[in-house]
Structures are given as C-alpha cells and as structure tokens.
C-alpha cells in the first residue's frame, strides 16, 4: 500500500518512475548515495549487486561504485551529504573502512565531516534558495558530541530533530524523507 501511495505521488508531480522488474534485484534507498556527483550504494543485507546494477543502468550519466556495509542496516547508517561536496562519516571502524573504499573508487575528493556517534552522521542536507545551506542533524540531547561537530559548519542553518522514538526501529532521518527538486510553482 505504501509503494502504491508513493508512486500515485510521484506520478501526480509528472516525475518519472522507473520500477525494478527482477525479482533478484533488491535496493533499498538507505543503501544509495547521491553526492550530486556520483552513487554510492551500500550492499547490505537489503541491497545486493544486482539492485546497483539497474540503478547504473538507470543513471547513465553518473559512476556507481558498490561499498561493502557490515555492522549497520544501511550505508546512510553511518554516512550521508552534510554539504555540497561535504561527506559526513561516522567514527566506527566498519564507518571509517567504508569512506575509504568510497575515496578509492572516487575521482573526486570530498571533505569529510567525522562524528563520534555513526546514527548521528545519518544527517540531510537542503539547499534552499531563500535560506542557503540547511542541514537537519541529531538533536544535542541525543548525540552531545556529535552535535558539537555539526555546530562548527557556520555556513549552514542548523536544525537540530529528535529521533530516538523512530531510531528504536532502525528508522533514521533520512528514512523520513523524500527529497524532490521541482520547480517552486508546487
């Protein structure tokens, strides 16, 4: 029911929609990320080669490089874009192996963004016209050290969101989401 209400969404915003139609293929959007760049996609246990396959085969125009994720659910589990060019990584060993591999597939060098906590660096990045840089990140009271991290980015609107409620089901923030880049006349 959820991927049919989606979909009637999306196809309400004239967006196109592409559906993956082998059954042997699994991608899950905690497993992919667009640094605006490039893909990278996490192969966990709800992703596999197959599913980053067709998403290459669906994004011709951008590399997709496949990273290895053990001791979380998803690749966003421990990564995310805090900033253009601006990578934010988690501190575990599984979190710091993994960014390696993504440098070593790169081209391109991005800053990385290191934060104690791995849940914490689960963060979204908004560029909003009226606003500039705005990133949604785990709130103090939640991750303290992390938190002080993500306030040295003085070129960002901070704003801080409580998640423990949704992090009890391995649900983070940008599990709550879908970021869609349409014109303004919406």
Do not use: W
Not at 52 to 71: N, R
Request: with cysteine.
């Amino acid at each position: 029911k959820q991927v049919e209400a989606m979909k009637k969404v999306l196809e309400s915003l004239n967006l196109n929609i592409v559906e993956m139609v082998d059954e042997n293929a699994t991608l899950d959007g905690g497993d992919v990320l667009f640094t605006g760049r490039e893909f990278f996609v996490g192969l966990s246990r709800r992703t596999n080669q197959r599913g980053a396959e067709i998403l290459a085969d669906t994004f011709k125009d951008y590399a997709v490089s496949t990273v290895p994720v053990h001791d979380s659910l998803h690749l966003k589990g421990f990564c995310s874009m805090a900033g253009p060019n601006l990578i934010a990584i988690g501190s575990s060993e599984a979190a710091q192996k993994a960014l390696k591999t993504m440098q070593q597939m790169s081209d391109h060098r991005y800053d990385k963004l290191t934060v104690p906590d791995d849940a914490a660096a689960n963060c979204m990045y908004l560029n909003i016209p009226s606003k500039g840089h705005v990133l949604l990140h785990r709130a103090p009271e939640e991750y303290p050290e992390s938190a002080k991290v993500f306030e040295k980015l003085k070129d960002h609107m901070l704003i801080p969101i409580a998640n423990t409620e949704l992090e009890k089901v391995d649900g983070s923030l940008t599990c709550c989401s879908v970021l869609i880049n349409k014109a303004s006349e919406l």
